[in-house]
């Protein structure tokens, strides 16, 4: 029997991972139920907050391999700018919506920054490679 040990990715990372996925698949199934009804300055206004949604799930990918923490800060800082701005546009939502739609970024986004932050997630970025 072998004595080596593979390390595991621990649990709250995982959970990041599923919910960067979720918000980046979420991001797309909005984008296209809204697009027919949205100008094209809106579908652009529309699609900022979720192209870094989309970025920090391409970034959560590398999680298991050889990200460090600067990929664990760059997406905790993508994270904050999209849900910070999120909070006033949740307020000034008119219709059911682009609140659904705020709501979202905030319930699947604000978790990751938390989880982000865990020692255990800390951790797993600092190990030895």
């Known amino acids: 029997m072998s004595d080596v040990r593979e390390p595991v990715m621990p649990a709250p990372l995982r959970a ?17 139920a809204r ?22 799930a391409a970034l959560c990918l590398t999680y298991d391999g050889s990200a460090r923490g600067r990929v664990r800060m760059t997406t905790v800082v993508l994270m904050t700018l999209m849900v910070l701005p999120t909070v006033t546009r949740l307020a000034e939502a008119e219709s059911t919506g682009p609140f659904l739609e705020a709501a979202v970024r905030i ?4 978790p990751v920054v938390v989880l982000l ?13």
């Open 16 to 32: 990041v991972q599923i919910l960067l996925l979720t918000l980046a698949l979420v991001g797309i199934v909005s984008m296209l």
């Open 35 to 56: 697009s027919d009804s949205l100008t094209a300055y809106e579908q652009g206004e529309m699609m900022a907050p979720w192209l870094l949604a989309w970025v920090s």
């Open 107 to 110: 319930l699947l986004g604000a």
């Open 117 to 129: 932050f865990l020692p255990e997630s800390t951790a797993w970025f600092d190990r030895d490679r």
